[in-house]
C-alpha cells in the first residue's frame, strides 16, 4: 500500500474503534483512539445553556493536543491508523452551536487546523440514521456510564456527516455503508476493506459490502 495514515470516520455506533483496531492488526501499524472523556458533554446532551460550546472548545484542544503529539512523535515511522479525522470536530460544531458561537470557534478551528497532517486515505463509514441510532443504543448498554444523544440528535448528526463527504475531496474517500456489516468487523469484511483500499487510486469510492447467504 502506498499511503501511510488512515482515518476512519462516521457516526457514532458503527464500529470505528474496532476496525482501526482490526486494520492495525492487520498493517502492524499504530492506533490512534478518540478517548477524550469531556466532562462537559452530559450537561450537552441535557441542554444546559453554554455547555454545547464548552463540549465542542474541550474536544477541539484535546484532538489538536493529540495529534500534535503524532507529529512530534514522527507519525509516518510507521503505518498509523485514526479511529477519527480532525474535522470530525467540525461536524459536531454546526450540529450543536448557534451562529454566534460558531463563529468564534470556526476561527479556532482555522487556525488549529494548520498544525494538522492530512490522512493519505479517509474511510467513511455510513448507515441510515436508524440504523445509527438503534447501534448507539446497543453501545449504551455496554457502557452505561456514557450520557446517549436522543433519536432526533442522531438523525441530525447522520445528515450533517453526509453533506460534509458529499462534498469532500481534500484526501482519497472511501465510503462503506456499513447497515449489514456487525460493529465488531468480523474477518471476511476486515479483509474487504483491505482489497478496496488497496484498489483505490483517487477521489472518491463507494462500498456496499455483499453478504453471504
Do not use: C
Not at 476496525?19 to 492495525?24: C, S
Not at 492487520?26 to 477524550?36: K, N, P, Q
Not at 451562529?99 to 494538522?116: A, C, G, K, S
Amino acid at each position: 500500500m502506498d499511503f501511510r495514515y488512515l482515518a476512519i470516520e462516521g457516526p457514532p455506533g458503527l464500529g470505528k474503534s474496532a476496525l482501526a483496531d482490526r486494520l492495525g492488526t492487520r498493517l502492524d501499524a499504530s492506533v490512534v483512539l478518540d478517548e477524550t472523556e469531556n466532562p462537559f458533554l452530559a450537561d450537552a446532551y441535557a441542554g444546559r445553556a453554554g455547555a454545547a460550546f464548552q463540549t465542542q472548545l474541550f474536544t477541539l484542544l484535546g484532538r489538536h493536543r493529540q495529534q500534535g503529539q503524532l507529529r512530534q512523535g514522527d507519525l509516518f515511522a510507521q503505518a498509523t491508523v485514526s479511529d477519527y479525522l480532525f474535522d470530525r470536530d467540525k461536524i459536531y460544531a454546526y450540529v450543536t452551536l448557534d451562529d454566534n458561537e460558531l463563529f468564534i470557534y470556526q476561527r479556532l478551528f482555522d487556525l488549529l487546523v494548520r498544525d494538522i497532517a492530512a490522512p493519505d486515505v479517509v474511510v467513511y463509514l455510513q448507515a441510515p440514521a436508524d440504523v445509527v441510532f438503534r447501534r448507539v443504543k446497543q453501545g449504551g448498554k455496554t457502557h452505561p456510564e456514557r450520557p446517549l444523544p436522543d433519536q432526533a440528535f442522531v438523525r441530525e448528526l447522520s445528515d450533517a456527516y453526509n453533506h460534509f463527504f458529499f462534498h469532500y475531496t481534500a484526501t482519497p474517500l472511501l465510503v462503506v455503508e456499513t447497515s449489514q456489516v456487525e460493529p465488531d468487523w468480523p474477518d471476511a469484511a476486515v479483509d474487504e476493506i483491505l482489497r478496496q483500499i488497496q484498489g483505490m487510486t483517487g477521489g472518491t469510492r463507494y462500498y456496499v459490502p455483499r453478504l453471504e447467504h
